[in-house]
């Protein structure tokens, strides 16, 4: 159980265009997702944090415009990257959180790998 | 405040012998603590989890890991390591404080010499 998918897995775009990037909880209802990035050989970065239905929470110094994050159920957040340039090229990993205090775990998507050219 | 630091970046060991990977920790009160493992390009695979049970905890794989409070440590171990351990690992401490995020560490790199 508590399954997170992503999709897609890989994508390549040019430079100006925009790219979605979504990610369900497969198997159980997420009342928090995450949105992080990933820089090669490091570790993960928290950009925002997000609640069904009320705007996301972005972290200091990621520009909110840039990365448009939905989350319009509670199996389904999206991230969006507008006007990509090839410096937003990174890997993508969202997570989901049921809630409540009995665990504090997420789960973890498979990651996206977005390359800007 | 809470923080995770991960002793080494990178640790090398032969195929069969035992693994370390160290994890310090500093938080106010007892916390949860994790170990994740992330395979080149994947997403992040969950090892084991510390709640206040028992101190010593084992995971998948045949990784156990202990907490020890007057040491503040929670290291990884696994007594013979396989070629399929090598990965980045991940030690983890949820923030809990008025909102909620994990903390991680840097990352540990583990690669297994044939």
């Known amino acids: 159980g508590a399954v997170v998918s992503q999709h897609p897995s890989r994508v390549i775009c040019k430079s100006g265009t925009s790219v979605k990037i979504e990610c369900r909880s497969l198997?159980?209802?997420?009342?928090?997702m995450f949105w992080y990035r990933q820089f090669p050989k490091q570790s993960l970065m928290l950009m925002a944090t997000s609640n069904e239905g009320s705007k996301a929470t972005y972290e200091q110094g990621v520009e909110k415009d840039k990365f448009l994050i939905n989350h319009a159920s509670l199996t389904l957040s999206t991230l969006t990257v507008t006007s990509a340039h090839p410096e937003d090229s990174s890997f993508y990993i969202c997570?989901?959180?049921?809630?409540?205090?009995?665990?504090?775990?997420?789960?973890f998507g498979p990651g996206t790998r977005l390359t800007v050219t | 405040a809470q923080s995770v630091t991960q002793l080494d970046s990178h640790v090398s060991v032969s195929e069969g012998t035992p693994v370390l990977l160290r994890c310090n920790y500093s938080s106010s009160y007892s916390p949860s603590l994790f170990w994740y493992v992330q395979h080149p390009n994947k997403g992040l695979q969950l090892l084991l989890k510390y709640t206040s049970a028992a101190t010593l905890v084992k995971g998948i794989n045949g990784f156990e890991a202990e907490f020890k409070k007057s040491e503040t440590s929670f290291h990884l171990t696994k007594p013979s390591a396989h070629m399929s351990d090598a990965a980045e690992y991940f030690c983890?401490?949820?923030?809990?404080?008025?909102?909620?995020?994990?903390?991680f560490g840097t990352g540990t790199r583990l690669k297994v010499l044939a």
């Open positions: 198997d159980f209802q997420a009342t928090t």
């Open positions: 997570s989901a959180w049921m809630g409540g205090v009995s665990s504090y775990e997420q789960y």
């Open positions: 983890v401490v949820p923030y809990t404080s008025g909102t909620y995020k994990y903390i």
